[in-house]
């Protein structure tokens, strides 16, 4: 367990180590067995020195669990659905990836976690979906990431697959429901909206942010926000003085002059391939040192990895 500093002070963890013991009571019965021969897989995975060679054991691990299960069409909420598509798929939130099944029919998209968490099946009603997009994940193209609203940064699921053919798959019976019950929004769309006063600047970027492939599910693509504020020592902001605002000529790396100057020399002196800028201005590591300091207690943090 890692614990942030009291009152929320910008600090190292605190780290609490100490012996623990764990009692689970499984919902349903005769599985005891099953639960403890992959507790024993789980640990022998533990102990093997190379941490390439535990991913690979678990890997292989969950992936002999994914292959010996499939989706309980029990869990259809109506005995008429018609089947699309099933295929293995994980859900993804920002530090978790949970692996299961994916099921599409003509009503409803499903998702039936290995684990059983955090429900026994995730619904997510056809008629109810406002948006969908395509997403990378892990830099390759396997993520799909569903909305019920039209305004709101998270997502209801995001989902990444194994391989793109079923990515496409399954946005391709999604999109089609949608084409014929909402109406498409693209850029230009929600550039009119914003220009006309019907959404906010908030609700403006969030589009804007979707649309570049970011999404609060996924830390190393976090949705992000222009710097527009230069002064930062008034109590009250003057936004009819253009002093207020940073100069929008410019990137944020050539905002400060003698840092400019600093780059430029390094720029110069630096062997092929050159460049500018060594660091990026949105990270996993950047986004988790915020996130977990967001409470107004001090908050006990559990990094699952």
Known sequence: AFLTKEQNIIAPFKT???K????????????AEDVIHTLHQLYRASHLDKLGDQAAMITAILQSRLARASFDKNRFQNVSETLHMECKAEMVTPLV????????????????PLNGYPKPVVQVMLHSVRRIYKRRHGLLPLGLEVFCTENDL????YLKF????????????????????????AAESYMLQWQRGHISNYQYLLHLNNL??????????YPVFPWIIADYSSSEL?????????????????LNKERLE???????????????YGSHYSSPGYVLFYLVRVGKTPTKVLLSM
Do not use: W
């Open 262 to 276: 600093r780059l430029l020399e390094r720029y110069q002196e630096m062997p092929e391939p050159k460049f500018m």
């Open 16 to 18: 609490e180590r100490g």
């Open 212 to 221: 570049a492939d970011r999404s609060c599910n996924d830390l190393s693509q």
């Open 97 to 112: 990836t949970n692996p299961g099944h994916v099921c599409i029919t003509d009503a409803n998209l499903y998702f039936q």
């Open 154 to 157: 998270c997502s209801d699921i």
């Open 20 to 31: 623990t013991e764990y009692v689970f009571e499984l919902d349903v019965s005769g599985k």
């Open 162 to 185: 194994y391989n793109t053919q079923d990515r496409d798959d399954a946005y391709f019976y999604v999109a089609t429901y949608l084409e014929n019950h909402v109406a498409e929004q």
């Open 238 to 254: 003057d936004l009819t003085k253009p002093e207020t605002f940073r100069d929008l000529s410019k990137p944020i790396g050539a």
